[in-house]
């Protein structure tokens, strides 16, 4: 990959990381199962209704939003990008990839605590159905759906159906880089 050729080190980082890191471990402390809220098995469940007996059923992505929501209610608006910040401050990294941009409020935090010229942002879009898109997604999860402008960002891509043009968007960003 293009970051690689460049010799730089980069990583992949998402706001929702540490909202999950943080539910894993209230999982696990009522005796849940903490994984839940890993990778794939985590994107594989945030949709569907699962029971978590004795605490009734929900589906993992409201939890997540519901959870996200309450600590910024009481903690600030921007308490995800600062976690992120300091994340991404922490780390020796030369590119870092944030892949779960959801909220103009993170990304206004980032600029203005980063600068502008440091970051490279993209508007993915992906063709396909939209309602296809939100089926399973409830009024909680949906709330954080196509609510940022796409001129807000550097880059607007629209990926195939298929994922086919991946190759483009790896372009984009590298000519933006160099």
């Not at 409201?62 to 209610?73: F, G, N």
């Not at 909220?103 to 993209?122: A, F, M, Q, S, W």
């Not at 939209?130 to 997604?137: R, T």
């Amino acid at each position: 990959d293009f970051l690689t050729n460049k010799n730089l080190d980069s990583f992949k980082l998402s706001f929702m990381d540490e909202t999950r890191y943080y539910l894993s471990s209230i999982f696990y402390g009522l005796g849940l199962d903490p994984d839940t809220w890993s990778g794939d098995l985590y994107n594989q469940n945030k949709n569907f209704i699962k029971e978590y007996k004795p605490y009734g059923s929900f589906k993992l992505r409201d939890l997540l939003c519901d959870y996200s929501d309450l600590l910024q209610k009481h903690l600030g608006v921007d308490v995800w990008a600062k976690c992120l910040y300091n994340t991404i401050s922490n780390s020796d990294s030369d590119v870092v990839v944030i892949d779960d941009l959801r909220r103009d409020i993170e990304l206004e935090y980032l600029i203005n605590t980063i600068g502008k010229e440091n970051i490279i942002t993209v508007f993915l879009t992906k063709d396909q159905d939209e309602k296809a898109q939100n089926i399973n997604l409830s009024e909680v999860a949906l709330k954080y759906q196509g609510k940022l402008n796409p001129l807000m960002f550097d880059i607007q891509f629209n990926f195939n159906s298929d994922w086919s043009n991946s190759n483009e968007l790896i372009q984009c960003i590298y000519d933006k880089l160099s």
